[in-house]
């Protein structure tokens, strides 16, 4: 044989081989579920519990039901067995991600070198060091418009630092608050309060929308509601969703900030086990992270109008109730604001959101922040679950987070104009 015949032979050789060796090579994976019937019900939340695994979605086992699709991710150790026993039950699957473990390095990549000025900066994710170092050079940078404010500081005694953004200071002025990063895992949300943030300072003045809304509002951003479970996913376990407090009665760690709010506190939709992903706390407000965001709106009720909580992901724009399947007195209100926000998103980005009042849209979540903040007298609450629908989830990669980002602020940006517009007709008409 002709040797360069035979030397390509060899190279070709070693090259499958290479490639069945990386193929085989175990790696994380984010599984969609379908049980078809009860019988599959149990097992499949039998391998959520049984398992080293995360559930996605549902949020807790207890939700699991027939026909619903169930996202789990699934760690390289136990993805033999976890698939081995679907299938020897014959329960519908398919792998939505691959390889989540390549793609949780990706997210963390290129953190640290930060030219800051530059736009590529608001498309990664950042450490929590990183984004307090956002926060302190934003104040510097704009002394005139973005003020610090100290709410309080969390179980493991970190700041959570609010910016207020304030352009003029007209008497009785109103005023939006937007918080991101309520659950830990979720990291889009804290990427689009560093999002919004940049547009409102680099668009005044010249984006219409923008420039009226901040003629008209103060607006109050705090960028990480939960530091510790933040930090906790960037050093030790990405998939961390609560707070990071100590019980006095078990060994598990965390609550559900977004369970812990006094709103229909811990019925039907959270669970009083501090194990469980949805533990609502001790009592209401027990956590001092959901305690600092109560006592900040319950001294500002008067003027803050519009509450929005930003979460991931799903897709959804929800609205009072979550807590129970009444009506909120301005439902109507809040569907024609959130339609106008998600036609807009379509028609601006081709995607879809769905929208509508929290417990009929998903399922019963009580003590949750946007029920309590409309409780208390702010009308207009909302809790926006961003991008995606689940074929990344959690682990939306870095070049999604532009669009995902600019989604939810064509939103935030339509609802708030129309609270500008009712609350000033409600105003002149007295
Ligand atoms: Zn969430």
């Not at 003629?215 to 998939?239: A, E, K």
Request: proline share 4%; aromatic share 12%.
């Amino acid at each position: 044989m002709d040797p360069d015949i035979m030397k390509t032979l060899w190279i070709l050789f070693v090259l499958l081989n290479l490639d069945k060796g990386y193929c085989t090579k175990t790696h994380d994976q984010v599984l969609s579920i379908t049980p078809k019937t009860q019988e599959q019900v149990d097992i499949v939340k039998n391998v959520s519990t049984q398992f080293e695994t995360v559930l996605w979605q549902p949020v807790s086992p207890h939700f699991i039901k027939e026909e619903n699709q169930v996202h789990l991710f699934v760690p390289a150790n136990s993805s033999t067995s976890v698939k081995g026993l679907l299938e020897k039950n014959t329960i519908t699957y398919e792998v939505l991600l691959t390889k989540a473990d390549e793609l949780m390095a990706m997210q963390t990549r290129d953190n640290s070198t930060d030219p800051r000025s530059s736009s590529s900066f608001y498309e990664r994710y950042h450490s929590l060091e990183d984004i307090y170092d956002w926060i302190n050079r934003t104040i510097q940078d704009s002394p005139n418009t973005a003020n610090l404010i100290l709410i309080g500081s969390s179980y493991e005694k970190r700041p959570l630092y609010a910016l207020k953004l304030s352009l003029n200071n007209r008497p009785n002025k109103k005023a939006m608050w937007i918080d991101c990063g309520i659950h830990a895992r979720e990291w889009i949300a804290p990427a689009f309060c560093l999002w919004f943030v940049r547009h409102a300072l680099l668009h005044y003045g010249k984006n219409q929308d923008i420039t009226n809304i901040l003629d008209n509002m103060d607006v109050y951003i705090l960028p990480v509601m939960n530091p510790d479970g933040y930090l906790y996913t960037w050093t030790t376990d990405r998939m961390w969703r609560k707070n990071r407090s100590i019980s006095n009665s078990s060994i598990c760690v965390g609550a559900d900030l977004n369970r812990n709010f006094d709103a229909n506190w811990c019925t039907v939709g959270a669970s009083h086990d501090p194990c469980s992903e949805i533990y609502c706390g001790e009592f209401p407000e027990s956590e001092p992270e959901s305690q600092a965001v109560a006592d900040f709106l319950r001294s500002h009720k008067d003027s803050v109008q519009l509450y929005f909580s930003i979460h991931s992901y799903s897709q959804m724009l929800l609205f009072p109730y979550s807590c129970t399947l009444d009506e909120a007195e301005n439902h109507k209100d809040l569907l024609e604001m959130a339609k106008e926000a998600v036609e807009k998103i379509q028609r601006y980005y081709r995607n879809n959101y769905k929208y509508g009042a929290g417990a009929r849209t998903i399922y019963l979540a009580p003590g949750g922040s946007d029920d309590w903040a409309y409780n208390l007298g702010i009308k207009y609450s909302f809790t926006f679950e961003l991008q995606d629908r689940g074929q990344y989830g959690f682990l939306l990669p870095p070049f999604r987070i532009s669009k995902a980002c600019n989604e939810a602020l064509t939103a935030v940006k339509s609802i708030a104009l129309r609270v500008i517009e009712k609350t000033q007709v409600a105003r002149s008409s007295v």
